[in-house]
């Protein structure tokens, strides 16, 4: 049934010039699963995700996010709605505390737009709401830090707080262990794990770790050449010869660690 998909994408195209980046692309994702989107670099999936979360236009197709057209929407809008994105690159104010940074996706949440400078250090549901995500995320300790001073690995969980300060019901994460230390790697890996066990979120992940995507995703898209190769169990796809041959060039190579 419609209503157990919280998102479905339907003949999703983007073509720049007489380049086609994304190839209609066919996906229903069901609510509360978390999705692997994966592929070797050139395989469409920034683009794919631009086109989710309304950075791009589609040159065609639909993208239905609780059965609502979002295609061609603004990103503020597409948030609102419900889903929200994390980037490859860290998308925070490192000027800030990293208290300031959830606070400032708090207030902006609430609608209250720039005013949050002045008012939500003074706001007491704003500063717990705050101090429930960093918590939630350990990361409490690091509250009154400047952003811009913690390491990279903690730089990316103040992300994901003020990814998840906007309560989103679908989350993107975009390459979220990316240039991260095996100990980083396996502390989001774990936080991803516990939110995906409270059941409030559904989680679209690209990853080039394999070992992150097989530990993670219930199923696993596959793009080559911006079209979909594969959609299936983890399982199916580290043994699809296609696949195999596409990252790595050889159907009997082996697929991830």
């Known amino acids: 049934m419609a209503d157990d998909f919280i998102l479905q994408v339907r003949g999703l195209s983007k073509r720049f010039g007489g380049n086609l980046a994304v190839a209609g692309v066919d996906l229903d994702v069901r609510r509360g699963e978390t999705l692997a ?6 395989a469409g999936k920034t683009t794919f995700y631009n086109l989710l979360s309304g950075r791009m236009l ?15 929407l603004p990103p503020h809008v597409i948030s609102r709605l419900g889903v929200s994105r994390s980037f490859q690159i860290n998308n925070i104010f490192t000027e800030m505390s990293v208290r300031e940074n959830v606070e400032v996706a708090v207030t902006a949440r609430r609608g209250e737009g720039r005013r949050w400078a002045n008012r939500a250090g003074a706001n007491p549901p704003v500063r717990q709401e705050a101090a429930q995500l960093l918590e939630q995320l350990s990361l409490s300790h690091l509250a009154e830090q400047r952003a811009g001073t913690i390491s990279y690995g903690d730089k990316r969980l103040v992300e994901i707080a003020v990814v998840l300060a906007t309560q989103p019901q679908l989350v993107l994460l975009d390459e979220p262990t990316a240039g ?3 100990d980083e790697t396996g502390r989001v890996v774990e936080l991803v794990q516990g939110l995906m066990r409270t059941g409030r979120y559904t989680f679209l992940i690209t990853e080039h770790d394999m070992r992150v995507v097989f530990d993670l995703a219930s199923r696993i898209l596959v793009l080559h050449h911006g079209a979909s190769l594969i959609l299936d169990a983890p399982a199916v796809v580290r043994a ?3 696949v195999r041959e596409a990252y790595l060039g050889h159907a009997d190579a082996e697929l991830g660690a």
């Open 240 to 242: 699809d010869p296609r």
């Open 37 to 42: 989107i994966i592929g070797p670099n050139g």
């Open 180 to 182: 991260m230390t095996p």
């Open 58 to 72: 589609p040159t065609q197709g639909q993208i239905l996010f609780n059965g609502k057209d979002i295609a061609g």
